[in-house]
């Protein structure tokens, strides 16, 4: 089930502030996905870029802690545990005697807060560490006294999630799914777990932008839903508040939107009583009570600051303070966009197929550390695609379409988007690609409709000769950028 939808007028939200600020967010060069403007619990404006789309589930990065923090809320109302219990009390069987004493003080509260007084984050995630994860956390013995020092570490909420699934014999998603996710009517969703088969927690979660706005709708209703406490009202008031300082550290600085305090996974910021779910690369959902509004993104972005200061110069004082009159049409105002692709020369589609035939063939590579041996060119389906193969020395192949101005998707099996993710499971992942011509380089953009990653690509042909350099977009990867050179075998 959908959140009711509503116009903009009726909502008492101006489509000048909606406008400033897609005008602004585009100034600023930001790409985003999805976006859900709700107010009074209704939908009053909502857009998509293609190739990305509502329907679409999308990954959320960080934005799942708050889904976590909503889960040890339900075991804590159920008395499955308390917020002072230590993790060492749940997991002490199969830990060694090495772990130390600060370790052994950490509760649940300071995984919350983020405030276990460790100042590294554990090499887990990023290297699919398979070992116990919880034992590889606690052996970082805490610089501070936990509950004294805030530090923003992912693996913290993973621990959350292993205590849920270590008292209830379910993994969080599942735990989730009849106290959160059914009553909320969310069917469509997955979470990435790791090695032990546990949900990730502080990572993983892939929804839709419904499903982020109806968490936001959740957030600034206190747990209630359609009439009725889910989740009781104290525990989402700890959630949302300001219980610890962030603004330690470069990073987390007084005067931004990190720097503002922290409550149960969820951020406090810079305008006074909002608060935030926050994801990397710009997944938000943004609650403002005073104005009774959600802001809800999918966004591939690396300017998340920006991304939010448009928020606040021009959707907050959008809100008129009116009570929301009724709508009997019960129709949000609805846009599609379509992502940018890449800039190149303005040329006519003769033009374009001249130049695709004048470099169609196969290129030898040289020796290069990721074992890549050849790329293949080749006229696409129609005289408005391209097809790039990718061929490696062990005989793997992968052929990617490409559209001239305009998005052509395609599907990548057994692939994984980088070493942060290495412990999900690998899936068919929808792509989808656009290329340009700038004299004579081809410019390649390839899209992930499910997640905020991307690949851009010039490939430089010259007198037989090929040079290549791809760059990831918006990846927690160890190599951003790939150069190649290669020759016709001609």
């Not at 009439?227 to 009202?233: D, F, I, P, T, V």
């Amino acid at each position: 089930m959908n959140l009711p939808r509503i116009s903009p007028a009726a909502a008492g939200i101006s489509e000048e502030g909606i406008k400033g600020f897609l005008e602004g967010v585009r100034e600023r060069g930001i790409e985003l996905h999805d976006l859900m403007v709700v107010r009074g619990g209704k939908v009053c404006y909502e857009a998509s870029w293609y190739p990305y789309g509502e329907d679409r589930l999308h990954m959320l990065y960080s934005l799942s802690k708050a889904f976590t923090a909503v889960g040890v809320g339900f075991a804590v109302q159920e008395g499955l545990f308390a917020v002072e219990d230590t993790v060492y009390s749940f997991f002490k069987e199969e830990l060694p005697d090495t772990i130390g004493e600060r370790a052994k003080r950490i509760a649940v509260e300071h995984l919350l807060t983020m405030c276990t007084g460790q100042e590294t984050e554990p090499p887990i995630l990023n290297y699919a560490f398979e070992g116990n994860w919880v034992e590889k956390f606690l052996e970082i013995e805490p610089s501070y006294e936990p509950g004294t020092h805030f530090f923003y570490d992912t693996t913290a909420t993973y621990v959350l999630s292993a205590i849920i699934t270590k008292v209830t014999g379910e993994k969080l998603v599942d735990y989730l799914t009849p106290r959160f996710f059914e009553p909320l009517g969310v069917e469509d969703y997955y979470w990435d777990e790791s090695p032990q088969g546990n949900s990730l927690g502080g990572i993983g979660l892939n929804v839709t932008i419904e499903t982020v706005a109806k968490l936001g709708v959740f957030l600034k209703q206190q747990g209630m839903w359609n009439g009725k406490q889910l989740l009781n009202r104290a525990w989402m008031e700890r959630m949302t508040s300001n219980l610890v300082d962030s603004s330690g550290g470069e990073v987390y600085s007084d005067g931004n939107d990190w720097g503002v305090g922290y409550g149960y996974q969820i951020w406090q910021c810079i305008p006074k009583g909002v608060y935030r779910g926050d994801g990397a690369y710009g997944q938000f959902a943004i609650v403002a009570p005073e104005k009774d509004l959600v802001i809800a993104t999918l966004t591939g972005t690396e300017d998340m600051s920006g991304l939010m200061a448009e928020m606040w110069k021009h959707l907050l004082p959008a809100c008129a303070d009116v009570d929301i009159a009724p709508d009997p049409d019960g129709t949000s105002k609805k846009e599609q966009f379509t992502v940018a692709f890449p800039e190149g020369d303005d040329i006519e589609g003769a033009k374009n197929k001249e130049r695709i035939s004048g470099v169609v063939g196969t290129y030898l590579l040289e020796e290069n550390e990721d074992q890549l041996e050849k790329i293949q060119v080749e006229a696409g389906k129609t005289e408005d695609t391209v097809a790039i193969t990718c061929v490696w020395k062990d005989g793997k192949e992968r052929t990617l379409f490409y559209g001239f101005r305009h998005w052509e998707c395609n599907d990548l099996p057994s692939v994984r988007f980088s070493h942060y993710y290495t412990c999900a499971d690998i899936r068919i992942v929808n792509t989808a690609g656009a290329f340009s011509w700038e004299k004579d380089t081809l410019k390649l953009k390839l899209c992930y409709p499910n997640n905020p990653l991307g690949v851009t690509a010039e490939l430089r042909f010259r007198d037989g000769a090929v040079e290549i350099t791809a760059k990831k977009s918006r990846c927690m990867d160890r190599k951003m950028e790939y150069i190649f050179r290669g020759r016709s075998d001609k």
